[in-house]
C-alpha cells in the first residue's frame, strides 16, 4: 500500500511539473501568432493644397497604443497624402511635429501576409531636409475621376520611435473605406492595417 501511495505521489508531482512548465512557456510569450489590426478613417486634414501652400497639424499615430496620440511618442504622422516619420530631422513643411524618436521605414514591393521578416538595416530611411522616408508616394491618382488608391504592393516596415517594428498596409483614403470611391467620398481618412511587434523582434509570425 505505502509503495502504491508513492508511485501515484511521483505520478502527480511529474504532471504538476509539467503543467507549471507548459504556463510559464505561455507567460513567456511562447509563439502565439501576432494579431492584425485594422484602424479606420484616421483623419489627416490639411489646409492648402491643389497648388497652394499647404499647412495644418499632423495627426500623429501610435503603432504600439493602436490610437492616435499628441504626445512626442508617435511613429508616423499624416496629414492629406502626406506621411512622415519620427525620425531625421524636419523636412521644411509648415507645422511639421518635432522629431523625438529614431523611426525609420522600408518599402517593401509585396503582399501583407508575405512579409514575415523585417528587411536589411540598409533598407531604411529617415526624414530629413527636403526629403521623405516615404520616398515614393504611397498612391496612383486618377486624373479623371481624381480618386487616390493606395499602390498595389506596397508594404511599409517601420522601425518604431523607440525601437520595435511594425509593419502596415494602406487600403483607403476615403472615409469607411468604400469598395468604389467617387468624387463625393470625403477623403483624407486612411484606413490601414498593422502588426505591431512588441518585443523588437524582427519576424512577423
Known amino acids: 500500500m505505502k509503495k502504491t501511495l508513492i508511485k501515484l505521489s511521483a505520478v502527480l508531482f511529474f504532471i504538476s511539473f509539467v503543467s507549471?512548465?507548459?504556463?510559464d512557456d505561455s507567460s513567456n510569450g511562447g509563439n502565439e501568432p501576432l494579431e492584425t489590426i485594422t484602424f479606420s478613417n484616421l483623419y489627416?486634414?490639411?489646409?492648402?493644397?491643389?497648388?497652394?501652400?499647404?499647412?495644418?497639424?499632423?495627426?500623429?499615430?501610435?503603432?504600439?497604443?493602436?490610437?492616435?496620440?499628441t504626445s512626442?511618442?508617435?511613429d508616423i504622422a499624416f496629414r492629406g497624402t502626406t506621411i512622415i516619420i519620427n525620425g531625421g530631422t524636419a523636412i521644411g513643411l509648415t507645422d511639421e511635429p518635432t522629431r523625438t524618436g529614431d523611426?525609420?521605414?522600408?518599402i517593401v514591393t509585396s503582399t501583407f501576409d508575405a512579409v514575415t521578416e523585417v528587411p536589411?538595416?540598409?533598407?531604411?530611411?529617415?526624414?530629413?531636409?527636403g526629403t521623405y522616408a516615404f520616398s515614393e508616394p504611397w498612391y496612383d491618382y486618377n486624373p479623371t475621376t481624381h480618386i487616390i488608391s493606395p499602390k498595389a504592393g506596397r508594404v511599409y516596415v517601420v522601425e518604431t520611435h523607440d525601437g520595435k517594428y511594425a509593419k502596415f498596409e494602406i487600403l483607403s483614403y476615403?472615409?469607411?473605406?468604400?469598395?468604389?470611391?467617387?468624387?463625393?467620398?470625403?477623403?483624407?481618412?486612411y484606413t490601414f492595417r498593422f502588426v505591431y511587434q512588441a518585443n523588437g523582434e524582427t519576424s512577423f509570425n
Open 120 to 129: 536589411a538595416a540598409t533598407t531604411f530611411a529617415q526624414d530629413g531636409t
Open 44 to 69: 489627416a486634414p490639411q489646409i492648402g493644397g491643389q497648388g497652394q501652400p499647404t499647412s495644418g497639424d499632423f495627426t500623429k499615430f501610435s503603432f504600439s497604443e493602436n490610437a492616435t496620440v
Open 103 to 106: 523611426a525609420a521605414v522600408s
Open 174 to 189: 476615403y472615409q469607411d473605406a468604400p469598395a468604389n470611391p467617387d468624387m463625393t467620398s470625403p477623403s483624407r481618412y
Open 20 to 23: 507549471c512548465s507548459n504556463d
Open 72 to 74: 512626442d511618442n508617435w
